[in-house]
């Protein structure tokens, strides 16, 4: 794992940005059409405004996953990881991608994850744009997370802390509206991805942070597990990086 610190979230998000943007035209001119991963919530803001502004990408032989989505939420609502992805990434950029949306109040939800299963299945991730929450999740893995089923896509139960920060962060007005279940990409499939570029800003995941790259690789804290991929860079800001017993490369 390679771990970059900043001055701040914005000159954070836009060396992420910067990363997988090369990543993807690299990609791009050796084959053609490809798949990323893009991700949501309050970690993902700076890096996804700087993505769309990246030049030189055809993004219209580009295919769009996302990581998650809450279980009977329509997209309507302002904390849907559906309507965040089309207002803050999709409908900004100069061509249309491809988008496969996560839809978790689809009337039939095992059918719903065969469908994302199955398409992401049959494609090769060149990058995966993602963050960690503050109890360590990666996409809404809560730990303790399953680090061994094959399946791509899972309904999980969001832990306490996990709903705490969604509330936190302003997405619903009281925890009683946080719903209890998700689906989320599991860790296999998320470790699939050949390169995995991490955005993690704010003191808040500072404990987060330091559990992910000193401490053990457990699933009781989920991003430990990047530790073992080839290619994982974390992006922080000096709030995040705070806990960390050794100061990481800056810039």
Known sequence: MKIRTFQDATAMGEAAAAQGAEAIRQALAKQGRISIIVATGASQFETLKALVKAPGIDWSKVTVFHLDEYVGLPESHDASFRKYLRERFVNLLPARPEFIPVDGDAKDLHAELERLSSLISRATIE????????????????????FETARPYIVVDLDDACRRQQFG??????????????VSMSIREIMRSKKIILSVPDQRK??????????????????????????????????????????????
């Open 127 to 146: 990058v995966c744009f993602a963050g960690i929450g503050e109890n360590s999740h990666l996409a809404f893995n809560d730990p303790p997370a399953d």
């Open 169 to 182: 962060e302003g997405w619903f007005l009281t925890m009683d509206d946080v719903p209890k279940q998700a």
């Open 206 to 251: 500072a404990a987060a942070v330091k559990g992910a790259v000193e401490g053990p690789v457990t699933p009781h804290c989920p991003a430990s597990v990047v530790q073992g991929h080839a290619d994982c860079t974390l992006y922080l800001d000096q709030a995040s990086a705070s806990g960390l017993s050794r100061p990481p490369e800056r810039g």
